[in-house]
């Protein structure tokens, strides 16, 4: 059965979505002196761009697979009731994983950071606390996509002869 234009449209804005989120959450990464002040203001402090660039892993970690199912979905032309369940299955599944590595990384990079002093641990902290602010477009990514493969899925079981 060909792929709805609804659904394509539904794995699009998913992909939108987390890229949106990954961007915003890198800048946050890279200039979190300008996102540090949303929570308080104090002097500029700066993050060593190894930190920078993990906080950005952490970021990809969590991101990446729903940019990656969204994208699996938006390329697909024809959909079955295996691909369907497949999205459906999947999308929850890898958002969850994502997130906990994504929570394990964190709990790591702040124990790494503890000993590299006290001004780096505050300013890691609110890079961190700024980036969560961009998460829930990571989740709208999820419901997106979940909502384009529950659309196939009931296209694919439900035939016009059934008077539903």
Not at 118 to 142: E, P, R, W, Y
Request: net charge positive; glycine share 6%.
């Amino acid at each position: 059965m060909k792929k709805p234009v609804a659904t394509k449209q539904l794995a699009l804005y998913s992909v939108v979505c987390a890229g949106l989120c990954f961007l915003l959450q890198s800048t946050a990464a890279m200039l979190p002196g300008q996102f540090i002040n949303l929570f308080e203001r104090t002097s500029t402090i700066e993050l060593e761009m190894q930190w920078k660039l993990l906080l950005i892993g952490m970021s990809a970690v969590s991101v990446l697979p729903m940019a990656a199912i969204g994208t699996w979905s938006l390329l697909t032309k024809e959909i079955t009731r295996s691909r369907a369940m497949t999205t459906v299955v999947l999308t929850p599944v890898l958002y969850v994983a994502g997130m906990i590595v994504n929570s394990g990384m964190r709990t790591l990079s702040l124990r790494m950071v503890v000993g590299t002093g006290s001004d780096t641990v505050t300013a890691f902290s609110m890079a961190m606390s700024s980036m969560q602010l961009f998460t829930l477009l990571n989740t709208a990514a999820l419901v997106l996509v979940c909502c384009a493969g529950a659309i196939e899925l009931y296209l694919t079981t439900h035939s016009p002869s059934d008077g539903v």
